[in-house]
């Protein structure tokens, strides 16, 4: 497997090392093509203004590759909006700790204390958006909203952050829309880069800001509790909604104390998480072209072909037969 190191220790050396890591051709002042035997597609960036980049990835895997930012000191932070059409798999390392991700599409939020490590296995793809910005940004543009717990946590540059939540359908439409024009609109790219790039800030912000869950400090052992119980549900994917109580005991953790780490380690509730399962690997099977959409209702646990269409177009924005 190739590994691909991005290094976020400021914005010059991001900048440059897009270039160097993926001896890209250069056709401008922002723009590198992709083209070797591991992976194609493009990386752009913009600088939006003297604090605030936005990073445009967009590439398919000719080999399996693992696209990597190692965990550094930097005042930087970054909000991450992926998207692809099969689930892939991410983890997030903090020193020894490490939390590992499937994700289709997704926010992910996080100070520069924590390293990524995304594994596109071979014909993947992925898109990616990524704001980078000092702390300092969000005071200035939020003052506002200096109480909320999240924005306190911004502003203490001793706090390590990483949350994670669910791309709306209305910032997934828009996202793959800029895919699709931002290099048509010529002398008007970097205003409308501009202003996605604080679209995305205000949609990440709102759904960050206001999120009730309380702060929760982890130790290992409670990582290693949080993940017996993700392969847990992992594992058992057919079943019917899980019942709290069974979970629990099953990972000797009260269900008040799982229920608050695991929603803010997974960004919803464990019976929320299991459904996003369920709907992940239906889509797997669906895209194997190998089974019919009462097939993979009947292998995900569903009895009713039409309550699984109806939770897939919830979750995707189409419906299972639509992929078949």
Request: hydrophobic residues 35%; glycine residues 4%.
């Amino acid at each position: 497997m190739k590994r691909l190191v991005l290094k976020y220790q400021n914005r010059e050396e991001l900048f440059r090392n897009i270039g160097n890591i993926f001896n890209g051709k250069h056709s401008g002042n922002n723009f590198y093509a992709i083209d070797d035997e591991s992976m194609q597609g493009s990386v752009q960036y913009y600088e939006i203004d003297s604090n605030l980049i936005l990073l445009k990835m967009d590439i398919e895997a000719i080999d399996d590759i693992s696209l990597s930012r190692n965990p550094g000191s930097s005042p930087y932070m970054a909000i991450r909006f992926m998207i692809s059409e099969q689930p892939l798999k991410m983890k997030i390392t903090n020193g020894n700790q490490s939390i590992e991700e499937t994700f289709c599409r997704k926010i992910f939020f996080s100070t520069a204390e924590f390293g990524v490590d995304i594994k596109i296995r071979k014909g993947q793809s992925i898109k990616l958006l990524a704001l980078g910005f000092q702390r300092g940004l969000i005071g200035e543009l939020l003052p506002d909203k200096l109480d909320t717990p999240f924005l306190r946590q911004i502003q203490d540059n001793k706090s390590s952050i990483y949350r994670q939540t669910d791309l709306s359908t209305l910032t997934y439409n828009n996202i793959q829309q800029f895919f699709v024009t931002i290099n048509t609109r010529k002398e008007f790219t970097q205003l409308y880069a501009k202003s996605m790039a604080y679209y995305l800030l205000s949609e990440a912000m709102m759904q960050l800001c206001y999120n009730t869950q309380q702060v929760v400090n982890l130790n290992q052992n409670d990582i290693e509790t949080i993940k017996k119980l993700e392969t847990i549900l992992s594992e058992e994917i057919t079943e019917n909604t899980p019942v709290l109580e069974d979970l629990s005991r099953r990972v000797n953790m009260s269900v008040s104390k799982m229920n608050k780490i695991f929603k803010y380690v997974f960004g919803k509730t464990v019976y929320a998480y299991h459904i996003e399962l369920k709907m992940r690997k239906s889509l797997e099977l669906l895209l194997s072209k190998k089974y019919s959409v009462s097939e993979v209702a009947n292998i995900v646990g569903y009895s009713s072909t039409s309550k699984f269409a109806a939770t897939f177009q919830k979750h995707f924005n189409t419906l299972p037969s639509k992929i078949v």
